[in-house]
């Protein structure tokens, strides 16, 4: 089954009445191996946006597990949602990568939102649902992590705010609806949605990259781009700590992300052990490959269990930065090394495309770096531990 013994189990530790989370999750399973995993080694060799699959979570209701029902959410704890997450990334990596960047979107929209933002963005546009599809545009050529010296400025001209300046490494700007953009204002950082196709709004390159093929990693240009002042999020100057907020909200997300591709990749490390033969045996009966086999698993749970415990604390109203940044940080780290281990496993075989278990490898080199880098979060765990003594 897609829906593991494992994830059962830390769902009917964290909720003793959990037959309905249960029920939801195994028929999301299903969905995600019969309908998702399908199109993945296609989505990824084709560099194709996984669009289709994107259609069919709506009908499936899976981006709207943790939001309120009165923007069309299905309100169902966070661990649900972390767990339908690696059940994705487990089938295709590209597809939960778009829910990832769509929840944290949502939640931005919906923690510093007015009533008529949330109502049109979360509501109408449907992007709770998603019906309507988000980007995220912080980083710039001059700063990534550093995003205190964004050099884009907004200037606010007759309720009318104009944009000029330059974004990188923005995932499918040529796809999303809608942008959440930062620039610079007389207050401060502030934060913008911004229709995709609004006049002045123009992605000029796409940017070639090691994984996550199916998500055109692009640089966009502003120039002269207007902006009803009705679509400044939150309030002027503000927006460098709703930057941190939001990407807090993912790290969550990221984290699962990469445990469903570990998953995927130790799975078919386990079925190739037993089937591959060596010097006239099974390699599985090789002990250097069970003790590969051993550490991937064993990494593999530990990873879940801090995030399922990081989103279990978020739904109980718990400060959880520190928690949910030692999540992504281990579960990140560890899906590299399960990888990698899986490509060991599989010999010169792993390094081919009909083997298709690079895929997992190239996929999560990203997550050490997006929605903070490894070094980052190191800095802050250890900034925040430092300030409970």
């Not at 196709?197 to 123009?202: R, S, Y």
């Not at 739904?315 to 940080?329: C, I």
Request: neutral net charge.
């Amino acid at each position: 089954m897609y829906y593991t013994k494992v994830q059962k189990d830390i769902i009917e530790m964290l909720f003793p009445d959990s037959d309905e989370y249960n029920l939801i999750l195994a028929s999301i399973g299903n969905f995600a191996e019969k309908e998702i995993l399908p199109a993945a080694k296609r989505v990824d060799q084709e560099e194709m946006f996984p669009r289709q699959n994107l259609e069919k979570l709506v009908n499936q209701g899976i981006m709207a597990i943790p939001f309120p029902k009165d923007y069309n959410g299905l309100e169902l704890p966070y661990p649900v949602y972390i767990a339908a997450i690696e059940m994705l990334a487990k089938a295709c990596a590209n597809t939960a990568l778009q829910v990832s960047i769509q929840g944290m979107i949502c939640e931005g929209i919906r923690l510093f939102g007015n009533d008529r933002q949330k109502n049109e963005f979360l509501k109408e546009k449907g992007l709770v649902e998603g019906r309507s599809l988000a980007s995220f545009a912080l980083t710039e050529p001059c700063c990534g992590s550093d995003a205190k010296s964004i050099q884009t400025k907004a200037e606010l001209s007759n309720s009318i705010y104009v944009l000029n300046g330059t974004k990188t490494l923005i995932t499918i700007p040529g796809e999303a609806d809608i942008i959440l953009v930062f620039a610079r204002t007389d207050k401060g950082i502030s934060s913008f949605l911004i229709p995709c196709g609004t006049p002045g709004f123009t992605v000029t390159r796409v940017i070639q990259k090691l994984g996550f093929k199916g998500h055109k990693l692009s640089e966009i240009r502003l120039e002269n781009c207007k902006v009803a002042r009705e679509n400044l999020l939150g309030e002027d100057g503000r927006g460098l700590d709703y930057a941190k907020q939001i990407l807090n909200a993912g790290r969550a997300t990221i984290a699962a992300i990469a445990i469903g591709i570990a998953q995927a990749a130790y799975e078919k490390s386990l079925v190739y052990s037993k089937d591959r033969e060596a010097f006239g045996e099974k390699i599985s009966n090789f002990q250097l490959i069970r003790e590969k086999l051993a550490d991937m698993v064993t990494e593999i749970n530990a990873a879940r269990l801090l995030t399922y415990y990081s989103a279990h604390l978020r739904d109980k109203g718990k400060d959880v930065v520190s928690e949910v940044s030692q999540a992504k940080l281990f579960a990140t780290e560890m899906a590299l090394r399960v990888c990698d281990n899986a490509i060991q496993i599989y010999g010169g075989y792993g390094y081919t495309d009909e083997y298709d278990v690079h895929r997992h490898w190239r996929d999560a080199r990203l997550l050490t770096i997006a929605e903070g880098t490894s070094e980052i979060l190191r800095l802050l765990i250890a900034n925040l531990s430092l300030k409970q003594i």
